[in-house]
């Protein structure tokens, strides 16, 4: 069941309408059940109630046979006729009054005196008929007489032709092979005709013929079913059987004629003819009646044949019918009604709980959602309204845990940078720690080689300046002057390397940088050449005081201005600066120039003593300059772009700091 997902809203509706279909459908089976066996049982009593009734009726035909016949027997014309002469006239006005298929009297030895249907038959013995050999007896008899053609042709020559009878082909009937009927079934009547002596005369007796006499049957018809005299299809019929042949009926055939010659159905007729009341539901010709039978029996006794009342039951199949279209259309818009009602109720109660559904579903996808409505007093709208409380407090909490996580990104971002700068700065300090490592090396090296070579310098320059007062102006003296001007220069890079080494002694003052570097430009023509080179002093700060020893930053700045303008050989624009950062107390001079740059490769060696590019230079400008900054607390360094000129820029504090050891 996993797979499938049934809504709330089909489960609600499927529970409300199963159960009331169940119930209408129950209902409507019932009913209908109930009111069709109750229709049909009726129907079939009201059938056995009118077989009684005709019946009743077949009797109370045979009585007035009776009566005539007795009172017929009564005239004294009869018992005279016996006598002597004929009884002509009488008879033949009872024949014609009665309607009777014959009418014959018979001496009290019973032979035929006089036949008024036939009146030149007479003379035979009618002993055997059990009819005649009763009223004989002196008792007025009637009953129901089966006649061959022969006999009743002899009562009345005309009968055989009335009595015969086409048998028609009718479904649901036992197969026969006779094709005609001739014999003839009647009513009949016998009445003793008193004597004068008031002994038995003779007898009179008289038959009425039923074979396709409709007389009978519509009587009965219009008495027991009150229809017309016409063949209706869906009226009550009346029938009379000769065997299963219907003689006499108000069934109507496919043409509408009575259908005379048809045949009962092989089942009923089973049980008739074994002298069984059969009632049911009977094939009619070719249609199911409610049907009763009885069999109908000679004056004997033996059966010959049937009496039938029914109806079709046509017309209740079809209010049957009608009732279960009724009875189904209430049902189908009771049931559509119902679906309605049931979806209504159904989608009323799913919605605020498909809303919760999606509530929660949006707040696990951490979307927007408005407040779900919660409306009417159910456990839904209360729901509902929890979960708008606790969605809000979801919102809050999920408000309150947005701004500490920005926090905490800020903070990260804050500590990342800051982490990044002390990472960069320790990374420029171990860079420049190395570098003053190195240099410090050097430094040291130099400053012991400059110490070892001070002392042989001193004796050589005193032995050559001994040499130049011995030799004054002679041969020689050009030499001797020679030798005392290298010393001279040797002296000067001794000098160089120990300020270098930071063996120089500092001697601090305060001193106007400005100043300073206005006497350095304005010599510096008598040092260098200045071809067509321009100076520009671009001092931020005119009035600029520090503390230092002013001796040894001439020499610095001296150095950065000669490299410069010897960089740009002759022409360019050399441009100075100095400016001062009160809240650091640190002044800053540049020193930029137009001329050749210096290569990427060079950078990182000319601070190192004897590094030079240049022909007769001595590469300790740099190294003594950078010595004698760092010396005073502050910081050189270089920027350059090759083919464009370079910048010197110099950081010194402006008090200076005590001496490192
Ligand atoms: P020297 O001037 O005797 O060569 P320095 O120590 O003063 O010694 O300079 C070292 C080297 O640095 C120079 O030989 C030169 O190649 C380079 N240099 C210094 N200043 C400049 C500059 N302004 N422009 C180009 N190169 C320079």
Known sequence: MKGLRYSI?????????????????????????????????QAQQGVETDLSAAHEMLQGELARLGDSIRLTSRSPELSAALISGPAAPALQVVLRNERLSFLTLVDRFGFVRYRAANPGSSGDSRRDDKLVADALKGAAVSGIALLAPERAARENPLLPGQM??????????????????????????????????????????????????????????RVVFRRGDSVAKDAGNTTIFLDDVRIATTVPDNSGQPAVGSLMSAEVHAAVSRGERWTGSAFVLNERHFSAYEPLRDYRGAVIG?????????????????????????????????????????????????????????IAASEALPDIPAQGSDEIASLAGEFNVMKRRLA????????????????????????????????????????????????????????????????????????????????????????LRQSGRIERIVQNLLTFSRSGIKQS???????????????????????????????????????????????????????????MDGQGLLTIDATADTETEYLTVTVADTGQGIPAEHLKDIFTPFFTTKPTGTGLGLSVSYGIVENHGGTISVASTPGSGSLFTVTLPLSSPPPLQ
């Open 9 to 41: 809203r089909l489960k609600l509706t499927l529970a409300t309408l199963v159960p009331l279909m169940a119930a209408i459908v129950l209902c409507w089976l019932i009913g209908t059940s109930i009111i069709t066996t109750r229709f049909f049982s």
């Open 509 to 567: 003052r305060l001193f106007s940088v400005v100043a300073l570097l206005d006497g350095i430009l304005d010599q510096v023509g008598h040092q260098i050449d200045l071809g067509r080179c321009t100076i520009a002093r671009n001092y931020r700060h005119r009035v600029l005081f520090m503390e230092g020893d002013e001796e040894q930053l001439r020499q610095v700045f001296t150095n950065l201005v000669v490299n410069a303008l010897q960089a």
């Open 396 to 483: 809050e909490r999920e408000e309150e845990n947005l701004s500490l996580n920005r926090t905490l990104e800020q903070k990260v971002i804050e500590r990342t940078a800051q982490l990044e700068e002390r990472n960069s700065q320790l990374l420029g300090t171990q860079k420049e720690l190395a570098e003053a490592e190195r240099l410090a090396g050097i430094g040291l090296l130099a400053s012991g080689v400059a110490h070892e070579i001070n002392n042989p310098l001193a004796i050589i320059r005193g032995n050559a300046e001994l040499l130049e007062l011995y030799t004054g102006e002679g041969s020689g003296g050009e030499e001797v002057e020679t030798i």
């Open 306 to 362: 049937a009496l039938y009342a029914g109806m079709p039951e046509r017309p209740y199949r079809e209010l049957r019918w009608q009732m279960n279209l009724i009875f189904s259309t209430v049902l189908f818009f009771v049931t559509l009604v119902g679906i309605g009602l049931s979806a209504w109720l159904g989608s009323s109660l799913a919605r605020p709980i498909k809303a919760l559904e999606e509530g929660v579903r949006r």
């Open 164 to 221: 015969r009878i086409s048998i028609l082909p009718t479904p649901h009937s036992q197969p026969y092979t006779r094709q005609i009927e001739e014999r003839g079934m009647f009513l009949v009547a016998a009445a003793p005709v008193p004597g004068p002596d008031g002994e038995v005369a003779g007898v009179v007796y008289g038959g009425l013929l039923l074979n396709s006499d409709r007389r009978l049957v519509d009587r009965i018809s």
